[in-house]
């Protein structure tokens, strides 16, 4: 099975609470999660987010925007590889919901490479930088 077959049956089974189907192997890309404390939702990436996951990790940002929460928190720790596009086109979705509403994106990066590449798009300074999950979501 591709990683983006798992990467989908896996994103599209996860419930609001949390629950749903475990990863098969070590190909998992990213789960969605609720903190019903704080009514986030984290989306969690591991791996590289690249031109073959593009597609996939923006409609799960979109499904996560329609589950009624105030923020999204991406949780790029695990992330190995972020690409310029992927990175670009954060920025300008931060931009967007921050002009028109909606759930405020946030960013978790962790890994140096992964600061890069949103440094290198002029996207780092759109996000508050968060030093961990727990920090974000408190916002």
Not at 21 to 39: S, T
Not at 105 to 131: D, M, N, S
């Amino acid at each position: 099975m591709s990683a983006i077959s798992l990467l989908r049956e896996h994103a599209d089974g996860v419930h609001r609470n949390g629950s749903g189907p475990k990863p098969r192997g070590k190909a998992r890309l990213w789960a969605q999660h609720v903190d019903r404390r704080r009514e986030c939702v984290v989306v969690r990436v591991e791996g590289e987010l690249d031109a073959a996951a593009f597609s996939e990790f923006f409609q799960a940002l979109d499904r996560a925007a329609e589950s009624d929460c105030h923020a999204i928190v991406v949780d790029l720790r695990a992330a190995r590889f972020l690409s310029l596009r992927v990175a670009a086109t954060l920025g300008a979705v931060k931009q967007d919901r921050d002009a028109h509403g909606g759930p405020d994106l946030r960013i978790v990066a962790g890994r140096q490479v992964i600061e890069r590449a949103l440094e290198v798009t002029e996207v780092r300074g759109l996000f508050h930088r968060y030093a961990s999950i727990r920090a974000a979501l408190h916002g």
